[in-house]
T-cell receptor, first 114, second 117 residues
């Protein structure tokens, strides 16, 4: 079975500052990893994913995450945040090759202050 | 439609009543998922359909919960004898079977907020 731990429930940060949202997972088999974002009053949206290949993956709006197998981590980073990045961020895992369920972390609220 | 549609968006019901929550997936998506999100928590898996059949229902909490997808498109999540602890946002997602990432590349609806009073 897989599990996900998001180490911070809330991360306050000033605009244009860098940010890292931490995610650790547990699994005895190969996994796929994902970050989802939920903006206020909107549904979950896929932000980025790691399936295989390069361990550094990027999103179209400047976020990146690095798959670290030895540390079982998939931390999300952005070098300079905007007010519009304020949202709830969820890390999720599924067994590689599995088309079934996602296991989500509890979420991290990113609060970007002016 | 352009995305996953869930109706109603809000549902308030009395304890002990029966409710149905509907999910209309993206056209052509064969995989459909139901999740439940309680306040302050991440989504929790309930059930996964591949076509008309439930491929994995291991997340359904008890026999009061049941879901169907009779024609391989629209799905209904049914909750009998509702309890206050069933209050949550119920999310539906769909994906094409051929997606490499499988469940992780699913598209989510905005959810149905169920409140049991």
């Amino acid at each position: 079975a897989q599990s996900v731990t998001q180490l911070d429930s809330q991360v306050p940060v000033f605009e244009e500052a860098p940010v890292e949202l931490r995610c650790n997972y547990s699994s005895s088999v190969s996994v796929y990893l994902f970050w989802y974002v939920q903006y206020p009053n909107q549904g979950l949206q896929l932000l980025l994913k790691y399936l295989s290949g390069s361990t550094l993956v990027e999103s179209i709006n400047g976020f990146e995450a690095e798959f670290n197998k030895s540390q079982t981590s998939f931390h999300l980073r952005k070098p300079s945040v905007h007010i519009s990045d304020t949202a709830e961020y969820f890390c999720a895992v599924t067994r590689a090759g599995n088309t079934g369920k996602l296991i989500f972390g509890q979420g991290t609220t990113l609060q970007v202050k002016p | 439609g352009a995305g996953v549609s869930q109706t109603p968006s809000n549902k308030v019901t009395e304890k002990g009543k029966y409710v149905e929550l509907r999910c209309d997936p993206i056209s052509g998506h064969t995989a459909l998922y139901w999740y439940r999100q309680s306040l302050g928590q991440g989504p929790e898996f309930l059930i996964y359909f591949q076509g008309t059949g439930a491929a994995d229902d291991s997340g359904l909490p008890n026999d009061r919960f049941f879901a169907v997808r009779p024609e391989g498109s629209v799905s209904t999540l049914k909750i009998q004898r509702t309890e206050r602890g069933d209050s949550a946002v119920y999310l539906c997602a769909s994906s094409p079977r051929e997606r490499v990432g499988g469940a992780g590349e699913a598209f989510f609806g905005q959810g149905t907020r169920l409140t049991v009073v």
